[in-house]
T-cell receptor, first 116, second 116 residues
Framework: KAGVTQTPRYLIKTRGQQVTLSCSPI?????VSWYQQTPGQGLQFLFE???????NKGNFPGRFSGRQFSNSRSEMNVSTLELGDSALYLC???????????????FGPGTRLTVL | AQSVTQLDSHVSVSEGTPVLLRCNYS??????LFWYVQHPNKGLQLLLK??????LVKGINGFEAEFKKSETSFHLTKPSAHMSDAAEYFC??????????????FGRGTQLTVWP
């Protein structure tokens, strides 16, 4: 069974631009979560989607948004990029919604975003 | 509130010697606990998880961890380090109830170096 895939793997953008990252979960998984990883802040939860609905959101500004499609694939968008948005963005999928009890998340390799 | 403290940001061991990565947690509810490993330019891989069953948990690649409620600890150990164990390790807590049910809270990570 194929794992979580993320595209692109690397991105370079300039300040003020916007970017869209894509995540394809493991087949059959309906929950997708996004995390930001930076040296300064570590790993932080961005948001979770289940059945095309955002179920929870971390403490990030409105410039960060996402969506999920009917096939469970998810995209996240960052508008008006800032230097501080440079990070590794990780996507994780799981079979069930996290609130349904014990679950396991499977992580993709991440998208490395550099903002110049 | 939920939080994780990894007591060492860097640990260095010689190949063949034991590994100990320390983790303390705080959780308002009975938690589930995980250890993940991240190799360079890779996503996170689950090593092991504790979900209120046996307090001594065995994971992949010879790793194990012991849940000690009285000490609020979940230290990761391995009897004999291998060069391939060099990576960053994350301790993760997720509460079993409350408004943040199932959300993953990551420690800041421990970089493990293995010397030949």
């Amino acid at each position: 069974k194929a794992g979580v895939t993320q595209t692109p793997r690397y991105l370079i953008k300039t300040r003020g631009q916007q970017v869209t990252l894509s995540c394809s979960p493991i087949s059959g998984h309906r929950s997708v979560s996004w995390y930001q990883q930076t040296p300064g802040q570590g790993l932080q939860f961005l948001f979770e989607y289940f059945s095309e609905t955002q179920r929870n959101k971390g403490n990030f500004p409105g410039r960060f948004s996402g969506r999920q499609f009917s096939n469970s694939r998810s995209e996240m968008n960052v508008s008006t990029l800032e230097l501080g948005d440079s990070a590794l963005y990780l996507c994780a999928s799981s079979l069930r919604l996290r609130t349904s009890g014990s679950f396991e998340q499977f992580f993709g390799p991440g998208t490395r975003l550099t903002v110049l | 509130a939920q939080s994780v403290t990894q007591l060492d940001s860097h640990v260095s061991v010689s190949e063949g010697t034991p590994v100990l990565l320390r983790c303390n947690y705080s959780s308002s509810y009975s938690p589930s606990l995980f250890w993940y490993v991240q190799h360079p330019n890779k996503g996170l891989q689950l090593l092991l998880k504790y979900t209120s069953a046996a307090t001594l948990v065995k994971g992949i690649n010879g790793f194990e961890a012991e849940f000690k409620k009285s000490e609020t600890s979940f230290h990761l150990t391995k009897p004999s380090a291998h060069m391939s164990d060099a990576a960053e390790y994350f301790c993760v807590v997720t509460p079993s109830a409350g408004s943040t049910l199932g959300r993953l809270y990551f420690g800041r990570g421990t970089q493990l170096t293995v010397w030949p």
